[in-house]
């Protein structure tokens, strides 16, 4: 337990980036009508693949 205390003050500003990336993804996902590849798909990659999904998404996934 005393390891965990160790590290939670690297470890909350993380887990907020990672809260605000998935919203952010989540939001443009839903909002945009077309993307690269079906919805259900990108949503399994920002929802499972932590901090790398959204960004994935983010750069690659949306059709301008």
Do not use: C, H, S
């Not at 960004?55 to 059709?63: K, S, W």
């Amino acid at each position: 337990m005393d390891q965990i205390r160790q590290f939670l003050p690297f470890l909350i500003p993380i887990l907020i980036l990672e809260l605000i990336l998935l919203a952010v993804a989540l939001v443009d996902l839903a909002r945009r009508e077309r993307t690269r590849g079906p919805k259900w798909v990108w949503v399994l990659i920002i929802v499972f693949v932590n901090i790398i999904g959204p960004i994935l998404y983010l750069v690659v996934g949306r059709d301008e």
